[in-house]
Structures are given as C-alpha cells and as structure tokens.
C-alpha cells in the first residue's frame, strides 16, 4: 500500500493542541536500511510489525516494459531484513502485487493485493503465511485488494475498493453491510477502523459497521492507526483551500484537528503510526526531488521533528509505516536505489 496525494491547509486548529517543534539531533535519528538484494526495483506498499523480531513490508517487485511484475515481501527477524518467497496465481499473466499484509502470529499472516497489469488486470490476490512458506488462497473476485487484518487463524479482514470480505478459517466471504476502506487498523477484533480517498472514516464495533465524514477542510485521508476505542488517529491532506497535511484525532466522543509542525505546512501526510498514545509518529513528503522527506513524533504535548536520513535529491514515495514496542518503520520507494525504502528509527 504508489500513492498519489493532494495538499490543503488546517482550519480549525484547537489551540490548546498546539505545541512547540524542537529539532532532534541525527544521532538520535532517523536511519537507512538496506533491503536485501533480492528487493531490489521493489516498491514498498504494504507493512506490518507483530513484534520487535517479526515484522512484514510488502508490494511489487518487476518493471512491466522488461518483465513480469511479482508480489514482494519482505521479513524482519530482529537483526535483518529477508526477500520471502511468493508464488503468483498459476494460470494467468504473473503481472501481480501486494498492497496489505498483517499477521495474527509467526505462523499466521496474510498480504492481499491484485493482478496489476496482464489478462485479469485488477482480480484480488489472497496469499497466507504459515509460518513455512507463503501460498495461494481462493476467494471472491472483489477486485483490488486494498488492505487486510488478521486477528487469528479463524479471524481476518480483508478489504476492497467496494466490498470487505472475511475469513473464518476456511474460506473468504462478502460481508454484507460492511464499509470499504483503503487503509485499516484495528485495537482488537471489536474495535476496526479504517480511511477512504475521501473524508471517510470507518468503524466496526464487533457488531455493526458506521462511517463518519469529518469537515475540517475536505480531507483526502490516506492512513490510519488505532490505539484504543478513545485513542484513534487519522492523516492524509486536505482538498480544498491552501495546500496543507492534515491529521485528527478521535478521543472516544469526538474527532480534533491537531495542529502539525509548521515545515509540514505544504505538504500532505502519507503515513501515520505510533506505539502510544504520547509516541504518535507522521511522515510527509511530496514525491519531487530536492524536497526532503519529513518526520515528526507527538510526545502528547508538542512535536519534535528528524532530519531525513535520504540525500536531499531523492525522489522517494510514502508506502506505509509500522511500529512494534522499541521500533519504528516507514517503507516506500526511493530514486537513489531505484527500488524499495527501508527507514528505521529506534527507542
């Protein structure tokens, strides 16, 4: 999970939210992780950290003038990042890719996605880890696969651009009434949030599905990250009025506008995630070269912002950011190594 994002500016800022941006030094910082060799020409959509040694980034890997283009996925085992092997649907153009993986356990995981390009252009891709190798699942044709989560081996969700569908341990199915999403977290099978190419956020409360369209300035909301029922965040950019990022919070009653840094005044945000409710991490950039890619953390009071570990040249591409307890990650793509962004940040 390449993005493509539009910019506006806050209205609404509540002033009490509103803190001080102290520059962090970069020894402290932000660092660079070469992936495996493997990963090479690969772009990073989709990600998630069970653990501190267990930790998925998933996406495409293949250029379609010269080749086939083949799901990627990529393992973190503590100490080093792996290429895992995936199998493309047999019987059709291998033109395919991942743009969502989330695992319940070593043992159990899943990367959705679509066929990207070739003779069943947009047809959903399903594939489960267990522990061993990944596989092929069968499931509903729903077109591109968008994001997934995975609560146990009987419990997980994926959704698509019209539909969400679930699994029950032994086969995928539509759900009905179910509200579709482009990018989802979740605080325990209860509690399911998820954001659209719009400004709408998603909720499913174990028992029923809503939506809620925020006001403040039209945003076009790309991620999402949920702490608790009274803990949920949500980024993106504005559409209408100033070009500006955007990124509220939902304190179980209602959504606040949170004020950002002011470098970030420009430019949308393309990923958010946090480890606590005072550990709260944004990341932004533009996806032009010679403009830096920006990184804050809330704390719970005011922001601190990190250089960007990149050269000041390179044009990179926000693809999704994890956390697990001591470590942070933001993937995507990068033009100094034509392939896939690994960035790393530990506490």
């Known amino acids: 999970m390449t993005r493509v994002f539009r910019w506006c500016t806050l209205a609404g800022i509540t002033a009490g939210l509103l803190g001080l941006t102290v520059q962090a030094s970069a020894a402290t910082g932000w660092t660079v992780v070469t992936p495996p060799a493997a990963a090479a020409g690969a772009d ?4 998630y950290a069970l653990s501190d040694t267990d930790a998925w980034a998933v996406g495409e890997l293949g250029d379609p003038t010269t080749g086939p283009e083949t799901p990627v996925a990529l393992n973190w085992n503590g100490s080093t990042w792996s290429s895992v092997s995936t199998p493309a649907p047999s019987g059709s153009t291998p033109n395919w890719a991942f743009d969502g993986v989330a695992a319940s356990s070593a043992s159990d995981a899943w990367a959705v996605g679509e066929q990207s390009a070739g003779t069943k252009i947009h047809d959903s891709l399903y594939e489960h880890w267990n522990g061993t190798a990944w596989s092929v699942v069968d499931g509903p044709n729903e077109g591109v696969l968008n994001a997934v989560l995975d609560f146990s081996p009987t419990n997980a969700w994926a959704f698509a ?17 179910a509200v579709p999403a482009l990018r989802v977290s979740a605080d325990g099978p209860d509690d399911i949030w998820g954001v659209s190419r719009d400004d709408m956020v998603t909720h499913y409360n174990g028992t029923t599905w809503t939506s809620t ?10 991620s999402v ?37 002011s470098s970030f005044a420009a430019d949308g945000l393309g990923a958010v995630t946090a480890q606590s409710a005072s550990d709260v991490w944004v990341f932004s950039n533009t996806g032009s070269p010679g403009v830096p890619l920006l990184l804050a953390n809330w704390n719970g009071s005011s922001w601190t912002t990190y250089p960007s570990p990149l050269p000041a040249d390179t044009l990179e591409t926000i693809g999704s950011a994890a956390s697990s307890p001591s470590h942070v990650w933001l993937f995507g793509s990068d033009s100094v190594t034509d392939g896939a962004m690994i960035l790393s940040f530990s506490s």
Do not use: C, K, R
Request: charged share 5%; hydrophobic share 40%; proline share 4%.
């Open 213 to 222: 369209t925020l006001s403040a300035g039209t945003p076009d909301l790309e």
């Open 161 to 177: 651009d019209f539909s969400v569908l679930h699994w029950n341990g032994t086969a995928w199915s539509v759900v009905s009434g």
């Open 225 to 261: 990250v949920a702490l608790s029922p009274t803990d949920v965040w949500v980024s993106g950019a504005t559409t209408t009025g100033t070009i500006g990022g955007i990124l509220e919070q939902f304190n179980g009653t209602s959504w606040q506008t949170m004020a950002l840094p």
């Open 44 to 47: 990073l959509a989709g990600s």
